[in-house]
């Protein structure tokens, strides 16, 4: 089987080494990968949100593309697209916004983040908040659901978006009786470096303290000189842990590298060799992509090509024809097939229905209930969303009470009922 994994890049700012080390690197790493069909976009949609300079996200498009091809991103054998040229998607973010519950995202942490900042402030909830940032989980959800991704690699923070998807791609197949979106997965990777920026903190645009990838190499080296360190003095030993010049050096060389590294800081080596060394590594690996880099963005017409050819080529194999599919199942369909819709609207019925969730407790969960909404059937808790879904797939083919029979879940009716409803989903589900 194919694994369909989704990485979005918004466009809002230059890249700089922790967008290298945490993101471009291990994803082109990734889509190197056996059975495995990759799909990278410029989320520039979703940069609107953020900042509403046309240039600066013109420029951060073209810097980020620039950046990917660099970096070693192969477009004959990935997907490769700029997403405001898939007009799809803004149409499927629309389907969503129908079935999506408003209560789900009046939980979306970044939108709960600026109501209490403007609590704290003595503000209204919603001052400043544009309806774009409020809508931001529903367009993230469009974006994974149009091409039924299986993974999207995030962070941490990241993972309730996923969640979101998932339940908003699952109300839609309840609502509209088929199973039409995949329900994707987070993919964490806990390996994948999170670097320091110039003031220790995480590298990032929101804080200033970032080191632009393709700075040039004097640049370059003035950054890393100005790296905040501790006052010890050469001679004396100094810790790794902690270090922002270590976790960078790290970050970028072998183990050995690495090893004889933390030696020298063993040893007691001064801040400014220190940084010398950092500077000598990061400059190895950078340089050949920054030749690469400043080729590539010398030569817009060439990237914008390669970005309109993806776009051309996913929309004709996947985005166009699922949303033909989509618009029928919605009812946006030609008024001359009225009749084959009357038929279908009297032989549809209410389904039971499993629907999975989050708890606060972090746990996941499931529940598989009747039409009128009367839960039948209750989950404990699991660890991850990949758990409680093979166990859903294993009780939807049930048909014995023996199969029932796991400490899993919790029957709230008579095994018969249960039993019934699972064969009226595997019914429906072949008739469709």
């Given at each position: 089987m194919t694994t369909r994994v989704l990485t979005g890049i918004t466009t809002s700012g230059t890249p700089h080494l922790g967008n290298f080390v945490?993101?471009?690197?291990?994803?082109?790493?990734?889509?190197?990968?056996?059975d495995t069909e990759s799909f990278y976009?410029?989320?520039?949609?979703?940069?609107?949100?953020?900042?509403?300079?046309?240039?600066?996200?013109?420029?951060?498009?073209?810097e980020i593309a620039a950046t990917w091809l660099a970096a070693g991103l192969e477009p004959d054998k990935v997907w490769f697209y700029r997403q405001s040229d898939v007009p799809e998607i803004p149409e499927l973010t629309w389907f969503l916004t129908c079935v999506a519950g408003k209560g789900i995202l009046n939980r979306a942490h970044a939108y709960k983040a600026a109501v209490d900042k403007n609590r704290a402030d003595g503000e209204d909830d919603d001052a400043a908040v544009s309806a774009g940032l409020f809508m931001y989980p529903v367009?993230?959800?469009?974006?994974?659901?149009?091409f039924n991704a299986h993974q999207v690699p995030v962070g941490r923070d990241q993972i309730q978006?996923?969640?979101?998807?998932?339940?908003?791609?699952?109300?839609?197949?309840?609502?509209?009786?088929?199973?039409?979106?995949?329900?994707?997965?987070a993919l964490i990777d806990d390996h994948v470096a999170t670097l320091p920026g110039l003031d220790g903190r995480k590298m990032s645009k929101s804080y200033g303290n970032t080191i632009p990838l393709f700075a040039k190499p004097a640049e370059l080296k003035k950054l890393i000189f100005s790296i905040l360190t501790d006052s010890r003095a050469p001679g004396e030993a100094k810790d790794t842990e902690g270090s922002p010049l270590f976790q960078l050096y790290q970050a970028f060389a072998t183990p050995e590298e690495t090893a004889a590294f933390?030696?020298?800081?063993?040893?007691?080596?001064?801040?400014?060799?220190?940084?010398?060394?950092?500077?000598?590594?990061?400059?190895?690996?950078i340089a050949p992509l920054r030749d690469r880099y400043e080729t590539l963005i010398a030569r817009p017409a060439d990237i914008e090509a390669i970005l309109r050819d993806g776009a051309q080529r996913l929309r004709a194999k996947y985005a166009t024809p699922f949303l033909r599919e989509l618009r029928d199942a919605v009812g946006l369909r030609d008024l001359t097939s009225t009749a084959t819709?009357?038929?279908?609207?009297?032989?549809?019925?209410?389904?039971?229905?499993f629907k999975q969730y989050r708890e606060a407790d972090g746990r996941f969960y499931f529940k598989l209930s009747d039409a009128q909404g009367n839960v039948l059937v209750q989950s404990r808790g699991f660890d991850s969303p990949r758990d409680a879904g093979q166990l859903v797939a294993v009780l939807k083919s049930a048909e014995t009470s023996e199969q029932l029979q796991t400490t899993d879940i919790v029957l709230q009716v008579s095994t018969d009922e249960v039993l019934a409803a699972l064969a009226q989903l595997r019914e429906a589900a072949a008739q469709a």
């Open positions: 945490g993101a471009v690197r291990p994803a082109i790493a990734a889509s190197r990968a056996a976009f410029l989320a520039d949609l979703h940069s609107l949100i953020k900042a509403q300079d046309p240039a600066r996200t013109q420029r951060s498009t073209l367009l993230m959800a469009a974006d994974i659901l149009i978006h996923i969640e979101m998807a998932r339940d908003f791609g699952q109300r839609f197949n309840h609502v509209y009786g088929r199973e039409y979106f995949t329900l994707p997965e933390a030696q020298a800081y063993a040893d007691g080596i001064g801040w400014g060799d220190a940084k010398q060394q950092l500077f000598d590594r990061i400059e190895r690996d819709v009357a038929v279908q609207a009297v032989a549809k019925a209410a389904l039971p229905v």
